[in-house]
């Protein structure tokens, strides 16, 4: 059974720093691994998509990589800024072709 | 693009009452989705359907939770009857068919909130 894990579950910083968000996951046979960005109150809106076969994707201040072997992704956040503060999931999926989530890591951003 | 559209955004009701959602998925997405994540959880998948049939529902406590998909479109989950666990955000999803090398993004909606008191 899939297990994705991120730690730690929130973390706050002052305004400016780069930021390195973990996700780790139990079952390397996967097909894509995702990273999504939730405001309260709001629905997933999905920053970045790594197919398996990638090593990692980049959209503007965000760069995710994947390492499938030791089951391991990061999402590397330039420059923060007071508008990132939100909930950050990470989440696979596998042969099911549903996406298993992590519990999320809550970023507050300082300014 | 319209995204995915969910109604109603809020919902309260007394446990052991009845409530349906629904879900308009982006138009051409053949697959759809219906999470339910608790208040500090990751969302959970309830029920996956490419055009009208079921892919999985292994995770539906089909006791009380219902879903439907006619026509392949609009999509209808329902729980009958509530109970206090159920409160939780009711997040719907769409993508393309699954390709089978690479998979492909899913969208989600904006969400229902229910509270069952």
């Known amino acids: 059974k899939q297990e994705v894990t991120q730690i730690p579950a929130a973390l706050s910083v002052p305004e400016g720093e780069n930021l390195v968000l973990n996700c780790s996951f139990t079952?390397?046979?996967?097909?894509?691994l995702q990273w999504f960005r939730q405001d309260p109150g709001k629905g997933l809106t999905s920053l970045l998509l790594?197919?398996?076969?990638?090593r990692e994707q980049t959209s503007g201040r965000l760069n995710a990589s994947l390492d499938k072997s030791s089951g391991r992704s990061t999402l590397y956040i330039a420059a923060s800024q007071p508008g990132d503060s939100a909930t950050y999931l990470c989440?696979?999926?596998?042969?099911?072709?549903?996406?298993?989530f992590g519990k999320g890591m809550k970023l507050t951003v300082n300014p | 693009e319209a995204g995915v559209a969910q109604s109603p955004r809020y919902k309260i009701i007394e446990k052991r009452q009845s409530v349906a959602f629904w879900c308009n998925p982006i138009?051409?997405?053949?697959?759809l989705y219906w999470y339910q994540q608790i208040l500090g959880q990751g969302p959970k998948l309830l029920i996956q359907?490419?055009?009208?049939?079921?892919?999985?529902d292994s995770q539906l406590p089909k006791d009380r939770f219902s879903a439907e998909r006619l026509k392949g479109v609009d999509s209808t989950l329902k729980i009958q009857p509530a109970k206090l666990e159920d409160s939780a955000v009711y997040l719907c999803?769409?993508?393309?068919?699954?390709?089978?090398?690479?998979?492909?993004?899913?969208?989600f909606g904006p969400g229902t909130r229910l509270t069952v008191t």
């Open positions: 989440a696979v999926q596998g042969g099911s072709e549903k996406l298993v």
């Open positions: 999803a769409s993508s393309l068919v699954f390709s089978g090398t690479g998979g492909y993004e899913q969208y």
């Open positions: 138009s051409g997405h053949a697959t």
């Open positions: 079952d390397s046979a996967i097909y894509n």
């Open positions: 790594i197919q398996s076969s990638q």
């Open positions: 359907f490419q055009n009208n049939g079921v892919v999985d």
